[in-house]
């Protein structure tokens, strides 16, 4: 079996700096009153757990990983550390080390960001965290991307909660809404920071709501709200569809409302994906992705499109690693989404 | 169970949604001016671009030129590309936010052209759905202000259906009297609470940052007074002339037109003590406070305290630069400064006998805005001459550009024996957030559209920068100074270094 010697991959670290300034002819690390040559920037540890199997969906995933990382790092420079997980073979860990840079735009200055790459075998996940936690960058917060969500299960994958300050996961592609969502219910319950971007999703579509909301004559109505209804593609209901409902109850009992919540599943292949929430009560209310990221919200039949940034990974991780303190609006939603798809709330399924 | 946010609406998510703005239409007088084609249009199609801004947001530029609306949005779209900074145009994003903005040809002194905006309000207000909330930004000369406030209140468009604010850009009087009368004439019309003084200073990030850097870290306000600090320095120099300002120039002065307004709110901000809440109200208080402690000098104390100068010709690299008084629209025996130097106490005992010297200038080495701490030097140097001549600790804010903060300290040369030498710990915005940070423009406006005054200037700061500022006024007027008496391209006058060695203090070099 292969290791990884930590010191070396930060021998390796300091080697990659200097030689990129020698490349820059300014032996500056920092900004100061320096306006050009590079900077080395880093304001946290990504650590990014990615599938690394044969074919070619894994090649694309593993390609649109890394055009987010790299978009990401203009606005969260960071360490980041790549792990690529293979699905068998020995147990093995390798590393080697890397740099982006990129010039923002009107400065003469290029900021470089560190990468590491780690490949592992899955049977070696239980040392990744060993390995991590040396290669850190000291005294900033460590966030972890776990992209594939099977992950997730694994008693392995334990290792990585006493180091990170955050855990992304995204459960948008489970099939099993109800155990996804109880397993994150559960972690969360046990005082784990963990995030899922298929609530991350549902930002800019709340946001909406919550808009309308502000009109002060919807408002007025808002405890006249009887009823929720939910409607998404796919074999089976997303697990958005629970989030969205969970949350919108909530929110409506806070105000004196208690409606009652249906999902209308409208069939057809592939995932599920939220499509229609009509909010009925007084006025009418119904929010509707058209296409892409188009929305149309209707109040009583007045319509109004909006649209909104894709829903691109590094849109949602950007949302998030905005966000290192506690949640306490998804914390509280997602035992009722847990719930509601498990049916052991009134209303579900 | 969620917690309902102040504003009632069960929905918001504030850890998450960006800030809502209402809707509402902008009026801008003085429309064709260069504020609004270099700061205020940009920053609007930010806005925009930024989703930002609401669906029905809408803009009318009035000014005395004849233009159709077509003509308007032309003429703003290119000023749009050709100012926008740090960011690209792009050109669906305008086609949606020009549908918005519309033109009338007007005179501040003719009342038909506030009922003429009535009528074009109301409008706006129907098809656009604005909920009659209106924010009117004065861009035009400072002598226009009081009537163009006059003539909204005349025309009955100072109340509406929503809420009407009135933005007022810096000069805010050319002295206390001054001052007092411009307020009382904006009073007659809008409540100070819908008057919002803008200084662009305050919208700086850097300048925001210094109350989350101050009040957010338990580090350094233990250190922030008179026993650790020996002195602050406050530099703002701009390494252009008065480009083409010439006349109005003539008239400000670097004192009026730097120290009064943006500088000694820095000072404030620096200095200030912390507020008990984010309130505008309570951090306004706060500033205020600090202002109105600002030791007011006599005359005597202005001589020894204050340093004015104005730059004269010199080669700078391979350039000929012209003197002030040779620049196009000066008088050639100009007097005004082109170069203010001050140093300021805080009567209050947290800064007690703490000088702080402020310098703004004109045709200085470089653009630079700074703010620097000096602390004090250790009470005693174990290290003798192997300190190399130990400097004390400098913390610098910088406000631009680089924006960031540095703190330098003593740090042991490697090798043998025990040599220091001073190193830098850095902080820069660029590279910790990367992005673009919003211009001062963008923040400021965002924030008087939802009614958020903490970045402005109330009436009582405004008059107690100039009770501060006035008694040098005073004697520089009556003064004969020997101008010019620093060249394009120098650190200002000696008179600026003399000013600090009489308290064993140098200017630093940013």
Same mark, same amino acid.
């Given at each position: 079996m292969s290791a990884i010697v930590p010191q070396k991959v930060l021998h390796d670290l300091a080697g990659l700096w200097a030689g990129i300034d020698r490349q820059a002819g300014d032996g500056s690390e920092t900004a100061g009153d320096s306006s050009t040559g590079?900077?080395?920037?880093?304001?946290?540890?990504?650590?990014?757990?990615?599938?690394?199997?044969?074919?070619?969906?894994? =090649?694309?995933?593993?390609?649109?990983?890394?055009?987010?990382?790299?978009?990401?790092?203009?606005?969260?420079?960071?360490?980041?550390?790549v792990v690529h997980l293979r699905p068998s073979g020995d147990p093995s860990l390798e590393a080697r080390v890397s740099a982006q840079c $990129?010039?923002? +735009?009107?400065?003469?200055?290029?900021?470089?960001?560190?990468?590491?790459?780690?490949? =592992?075998?899955?049977? =070696?996940?239980?040392?990744?965290?060993?390995?991590?936690?040396?290669?850190?960058?000291?005294?900033?917060?460590?966030?972890? $991307?776990?992209?594939?969500?099977?992950? +997730? #299960?694994?008693?392995?994958?334990?290792? +990585?909660?006493?180091?990170?300050?955050?855990?992304?996961?995204?459960?948008?592609?489970?099939?099993?809404? *109800? !155990? !996804?969502?109880?397993?994150?219910?559960?972690?969360?319950?046990?005082?784990?920071?963990?995030?899922?971007? *298929? $609530?991350?999703?549902?930002?800019?579509?709340?946001?909406?709501?919550?808009?309308? +909301?502000?009109?002060?004559?919807?408002?007025?109505?808002?405890?006249?709200i009887t009823g929720v209804k939910i409607r998404s593609t796919g074999s089976a209901i997303p697990v958005s569809a629970y989030y969205l409902a969970a949350w919108l109850r909530q929110c409506l009992e806070s105000a004196g409302a208690h409606p009652t919540l249906e999902f209308v599943s409208e069939g057809g292949a592939g995932r599920g994906e939220l499509a229609v929430v009509e909010i009925n009560g007084r006025n009418q209310v119904e929010v509707e992705l058209v296409e892409g990221a188009v929305f149309e919200a209707r109040v009583d039949g007045l319509a109004h499109r909006t649209s909104l940034p894709a829903f691109t990974d590094h849109a949602l991780l950007r949302e998030e690693l905005g966000l290192m303190?506690?949640?306490?609006?998804?914390? *509280?939603?997602?035992?009722? *989404?847990?719930?509601? =798809?498990? #049916?052991l709330e009134p209303g579900a399924r | 169970m969620l917690e309902v946010m102040s504003s009632g609406n069960p929905f918001q998510d504030p850890i998450r949604f960006e800030r809502r703005v209402p809707e509402c239409t902008v009026v801008i007088f003085g429309a064709n001016g260069d504020l609004t084609k270099r700061k205020l249009l940009p920053a609007l199609y930010r806005l925009a671009y930024e989703q930002r801004?609401? /669906?029905?947001?809408?803009?009318?530029?009035?000014?005395?030129?004849? &233009?159709?609306?077509?003509?308007?949005?032309?003429? &703003?779209? @290119?000023s749009v590309a050709k100012y926008l900074e740090d960011a690209p145009f792009d050109e669906e994003v305008w086609t949606g936010f020009a549908t918005g903005l519309f033109y009338m040809a007007g005179d501040v002194n003719d009342p038909a052209s506030y009922q003429g905006l009535a009528t074009r309000l109301r409008d706006i207000e129907e098809t656009r759905h604005t909920g009659g909330n209106v924010l009117f930004y004065l861009s035009t000369q400072p002598s226009q202000y009081a009537a163009a406030a006059r003539g909204i209140g005349g025309a009955g468009i100072a109340k509406g259906n929503g809420w009407r604010r009135l933005v007022v850009e810096k000069p805010f009087g050319h002295d206390l009297e001054s001052a007092r009368s411009l307020s009382a004439a904006l009073h007659e019309v809008f409540d100070e609470r819908d008057v919002y003084r803008i200084d662009h200073y305050l919208g700086k990030e850097t300048v925001q940052n210094i109350?989350?850097?101050?009040?957010?870290?338990?580090?350094?306000?233990?250190?922030?007074?008179?026993?650790?600090?020996?002195?602050?320095?406050?530099?703002?120099? @701009?390494?252009?002339?008065?480009?083409?300002?010439?006349?109005?120039?003539?008239?400000?002065?670097?004192?009026r037109d730097m120290i009064q307004n943006h500088l000694l709110q820095v000072m404030a901000t620096i200095a200030m003590e912390p507020s008990a809440t984010f309130h505008p109200g309570s951090v306004r208080d706060e500033r205020s406070k600090l202002l109105r402690s600002i030791h007011v000098m006599k005359p005597d104390e202005v001589a020894l305290n204050t340093v004015a100068g104005q730059y004269g010709p010199a080669r700078v690299g391979a350039t000929s630069l012209p003197g002030f008084r040779e620049e196009p629209g000066v008088d050639p025996a100009s007097r005004t400064d082109t170069y203010a130097a001050a140093t300021f106490f805080v009567d209050n005992w947290r800064w007690a006998g703490?000088?702080?010297?402020?310098?703004?200038?004109?045709? %200085?080495?470089?653009?630079?805005?700074?703010?620097?701490?000096?602390?004090?030097? /250790?009470?005693?140097? &174990?290290?003798?001459?192997?300190?190399?001549?130990?400097? /004390?600790? %400098?913390?610098?804010?910088?406000?631009? /550009?680089?924006e960031g903060i540095s703190l330098k300290f003593l740090s042991k040369q490697p090798g043998s024996g025990m040599k220091l030498r001073p190193v830098s710990m850095d902080f820069n915005y660029g590279s910790s957030f990367g992005g673009r940070s919003p211009s001062a423009y963008e923040t400021l406006l965002l924030d008087a559209i939802a009614g958020d005054a903490t970045l402005y200037t109330r009436q009582d700061m405004v008059e107690a920068s100039w009770a501060a500022v006035e008694p040098i006024a005073a004697v520089w007027s009556e003064r004969q100074f020997d101008f010019p008496n620093y060249p394009c391209g120098g650190w200002g006058p000696n008179a600026a270094d003399e000013m600090l060695a009489r308290r064993g203090h140098v200017w630093r070099t940013p």
């Amino acid at each position: 079996m292969s290791a990884i010697v930590p010191q070396k991959v930060l021998h390796d670290l300091a080697g990659l700096w200097a030689g990129i300034d020698r490349q820059a002819g300014d032996g500056s690390e920092t900004a100061g009153d320096s306006s050009t040559g590079v900077l080395r920037a880093c304001t946290m540890t990504l650590v990014v757990l990615l599938d690394d199997q044969p074919g070619v969906e894994s =090649a694309a995933a593993e390609q649109y990983a890394g055009e987010a990382i790299a978009l990401l790092m203009r606005e969260h420079p960071s360490r980041t550390i790549v792990v690529h997980l293979r699905p068998s073979g020995d147990p093995s860990l390798e590393a080697r080390v890397s740099a982006q840079c $990129w010039m923002p +735009f009107g400065k003469t200055q290029q900021i470089c960001c560190e990468q590491i790459d780690i490949t =592992a075998t899955e049977a =070696a996940l239980g040392d990744v965290p060993g390995v991590v936690l040396p290669l850190a960058a000291p005294d900033l917060p460590l966030v972890v $991307w776990c992209r594939p969500i099977r992950l +997730f #299960g694994l008693p392995a994958f334990a290792g +990585f909660y006493p180091l990170a300050g955050k855990v992304i996961l995204d459960s948008g592609d489970c099939p099993d809404a *109800a !155990a !996804a969502l109880t397993n994150l219910a559960s972690a969360i319950a046990s005082g784990k920071r963990v995030c899922d971007l *298929a $609530w991350t999703r549902l930002t800019r579509r709340r946001e909406l709501i919550a808009q309308i +909301f502000e009109n002060p004559v919807y408002l007025s109505q808002v405890s006249t709200i009887t009823g929720v209804k939910i409607r998404s593609t796919g074999s089976a209901i997303p697990v958005s569809a629970y989030y969205l409902a969970a949350w919108l109850r909530q929110c409506l009992e806070s105000a004196g409302a208690h409606p009652t919540l249906e999902f209308v599943s409208e069939g057809g292949a592939g995932r599920g994906e939220l499509a229609v929430v009509e909010i009925n009560g007084r006025n009418q209310v119904e929010v509707e992705l058209v296409e892409g990221a188009v929305f149309e919200a209707r109040v009583d039949g007045l319509a109004h499109r909006t649209s909104l940034p894709a829903f691109t990974d590094h849109a949602l991780l950007r949302e998030e690693l905005g966000l290192m303190g506690r949640d306490p609006v998804y914390e *509280a939603t997602v035992g009722l *989404a847990a719930k509601l =798809a498990s #049916g052991l709330e009134p209303g579900a399924r | 169970m969620l917690e309902v946010m102040s504003s009632g609406n069960p929905f918001q998510d504030p850890i998450r949604f960006e800030r809502r703005v209402p809707e509402c239409t902008v009026v801008i007088f003085g429309a064709n001016g260069d504020l609004t084609k270099r700061k205020l249009l940009p920053a609007l199609y930010r806005l925009a671009y930024e989703q930002r801004l609401s /669906p029905g947001f809408a803009v009318v530029g009035i000014s005395r030129t004849q &233009m159709t609306d077509d003509r308007f949005r032309e003429n &703003m779209r @290119e000023s749009v590309a050709k100012y926008l900074e740090d960011a690209p145009f792009d050109e669906e994003v305008w086609t949606g936010f020009a549908t918005g903005l519309f033109y009338m040809a007007g005179d501040v002194n003719d009342p038909a052209s506030y009922q003429g905006l009535a009528t074009r309000l109301r409008d706006i207000e129907e098809t656009r759905h604005t909920g009659g909330n209106v924010l009117f930004y004065l861009s035009t000369q400072p002598s226009q202000y009081a009537a163009a406030a006059r003539g909204i209140g005349g025309a009955g468009i100072a109340k509406g259906n929503g809420w009407r604010r009135l933005v007022v850009e810096k000069p805010f009087g050319h002295d206390l009297e001054s001052a007092r009368s411009l307020s009382a004439a904006l009073h007659e019309v809008f409540d100070e609470r819908d008057v919002y003084r803008i200084d662009h200073y305050l919208g700086k990030e850097t300048v925001q940052n210094i109350l989350a850097f101050r009040f957010g870290n338990g580090i350094f306000e233990p250190l922030w007074n008179r026993r650790y600090i020996t002195h602050v320095q406050i530099t703002a120099a @701009e390494s252009i002339g008065v480009e083409g300002r010439g006349s109005y120039y003539q008239e400000a002065g670097s004192l009026r037109d730097m120290i009064q307004n943006h500088l000694l709110q820095v000072m404030a901000t620096i200095a200030m003590e912390p507020s008990a809440t984010f309130h505008p109200g309570s951090v306004r208080d706060e500033r205020s406070k600090l202002l109105r402690s600002i030791h007011v000098m006599k005359p005597d104390e202005v001589a020894l305290n204050t340093v004015a100068g104005q730059y004269g010709p010199a080669r700078v690299g391979a350039t000929s630069l012209p003197g002030f008084r040779e620049e196009p629209g000066v008088d050639p025996a100009s007097r005004t400064d082109t170069y203010a130097a001050a140093t300021f106490f805080v009567d209050n005992w947290r800064w007690a006998g703490v000088p702080f010297y402020i310098r703004t200038g004109k045709r %200085l080495p470089k653009r630079v805005s700074e703010i620097a701490i000096q602390f004090n030097a /250790p009470p005693h140097d &174990m290290f003798d001459a192997n300190g190399g001549g130990a400097r /004390p600790n %400098l913390l610098i804010v910088r406000i631009q /550009p680089e924006e960031g903060i540095s703190l330098k300290f003593l740090s042991k040369q490697p090798g043998s024996g025990m040599k220091l030498r001073p190193v830098s710990m850095d902080f820069n915005y660029g590279s910790s957030f990367g992005g673009r940070s919003p211009s001062a423009y963008e923040t400021l406006l965002l924030d008087a559209i939802a009614g958020d005054a903490t970045l402005y200037t109330r009436q009582d700061m405004v008059e107690a920068s100039w009770a501060a500022v006035e008694p040098i006024a005073a004697v520089w007027s009556e003064r004969q100074f020997d101008f010019p008496n620093y060249p394009c391209g120098g650190w200002g006058p000696n008179a600026a270094d003399e000013m600090l060695a009489r308290r064993g203090h140098v200017w630093r070099t940013p």
